[in-house]
């Protein structure tokens, strides 16, 4: 049996990888690492949380001493590491929490899998472990109007998240160079679907929608981002997870680009429909707002070398990943309402504590 420690298995793309692996490989015990921030919710997770080869673990990255026994103990045999702080808005208002998380946390983990692999420059790179480090597209910096991300292009990060993400790649690559350590990294685009916290774009603007609240667009809302299913970003990283080589670097995307303000026109005719609201009056709660500082203008995504090596595509078209979204939320409104009345944060101390 396999063991794989999942961090920030908690989180919006977390508790999709967690729910992949728990229920397409049984013969894996995955264990879900989070801290639960305000960004972790185990209700995320309720349909497999009672799975055997399934178990959660409470801790946080931050914390070297606690992460290196837990190491010990579990002798884990592979990681896959999402934990982070991930949205930029709160790294332009508290950028050390970001390098606490994710540089500090990340080089914690690394040093705890090297001490119970073993890992050093004298010894091969063990084929039966593996460190996947998942990272953004953002730490590329920002594109002009034309051009995309290749697995080649330079780093050149603008917000303290892309920085701090940029940081821990290096220190990803740094270990494999150094110690032998058998690292993979994937860099994804924007993620939408199931389970996104809404103070990101789209959750935030379908609960605002249904609430008929103000959308606020960031400048002009002319800034581009190039939009992936979360559930085709879960399954790149099995893809990625199982096949890649140690050392390598993989761009994940569906060239699938909008600008900001495109993405709400439909996502509002989207809801005008499903709400049966007359077409064109979610518009109208379009509210252009201060722009966000450092905004980077446009992010588009190359991902030729993984569906050309690794055989990966993405599943669907962005309407219909977004008319999946919306449904998602408008059919799951305990989820929202517990998440936006901050009771989410009790379901730990109601599952495990008492338990
Ligand atoms: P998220 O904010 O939804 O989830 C992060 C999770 O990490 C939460 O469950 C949180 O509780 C946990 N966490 C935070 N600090 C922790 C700590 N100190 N110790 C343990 N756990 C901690 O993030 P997400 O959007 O699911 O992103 C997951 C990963 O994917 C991140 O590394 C992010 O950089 C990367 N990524 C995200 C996107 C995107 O569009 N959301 C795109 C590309 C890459
Ligand atoms: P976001 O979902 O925060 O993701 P990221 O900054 O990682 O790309 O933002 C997506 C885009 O939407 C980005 O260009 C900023 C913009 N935006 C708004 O215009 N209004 C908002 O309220 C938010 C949260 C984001």
Not at 1 to 20: E, N
Not at 128 to 136: A, E
Not at 248 to 266: D, M, S
Request: hydrophobic share 35%; glycine share 6%; with cysteine.
């Amino acid at each position: 049996m396999k063991k794989i420690l999942i961090t920030g298995g908690a989180g919006f793309i977390g508790s999709h990888v967690v729910r992949l692996f728990v229920t397409k490989y049984s013969d894996y015990q995955v264990f879900n690492l989070d801290k639960l921030t305000y960004a972790g919710n185990l209700e995320n997770l309720k349909d497999i949380e009672t799975k055997s080869n399934y178990t959660f673990v409470k801790g946080d990255i931050t914390d070297a001493d606690f992460i290196q026994q837990l190491f010990q103990e579990k002798q884990f045999d592979a990681v896959i590491h999402l934990a982070a702080e991930s949205h930029v808005d709160r790294s332009i208002s508290n950028p050390l929490e970001f390098v606490m998380t994710n540089v500090i946390g990340t080089v914690n983990l690394l040093n705890a899998a090297k001490a119970i692999w073993g890992c050093s420059k004298d010894k091969p790179v063990p084929t039966d472990k593996r460190f996947y480090h998942i990272s953004t597209d953002e730490v590329y910096g920002s594109l002009g109007d034309t051009g995309l991300f290749t697995e080649q292009t330079a780093y050149d990060p603008h917000s303290p998240y892309s920085a701090s993400k940029a940081s821990s790649d290096h220190f990803v690559r740094a270990y494999f160079d150094t110690y032998n350590m058998p690292c993979v990294i994937s860099n994804c685009s924007n993620n939408y679907g199931p389970n996104h916290f809404p103070e990101k774009l789209i959750p935030l603007c379908i609960n605002n929608i249904k609430n008929n609240k103000p959308l606020p667009i960031y400048g002009k809302g002319e800034n581009v981002r190039d939009w992936l299913y979360v559930v085709d970003h879960a399954n790149a990283i099995d893809v990625i997870f199982h096949k890649a080589a140690n050392g390598t670097t993989y761009n994940v995307g569906g060239h699938n680009e909008w600008t900001n303000i495109a993405v709400i026109r439909l996502l509002c005719r989207i809801m005008d429909k499903k709400l049966g609201r007359a077409e064109g009056s979610s518009e109208q709660l379009i509210t252009f707002v201060k722009d966000r500082a450092g905004h980077d203008l446009r992010y588009a995504i190359d991902s030729t070398k993984l569906q050309n090596e690794l055989g990966w595509k993405p599943s669907l078209q962005f309407e219909e990943g977004l008319e999946k979204t919306v449904d998602w939320y408008l059919t799951n409104e305990e989820w929202l309402a517990h998440v936006t009345s901050g009771n989410y944060q009790h379901y730990y101390e109601q599952q495990y504590v008492h338990r």
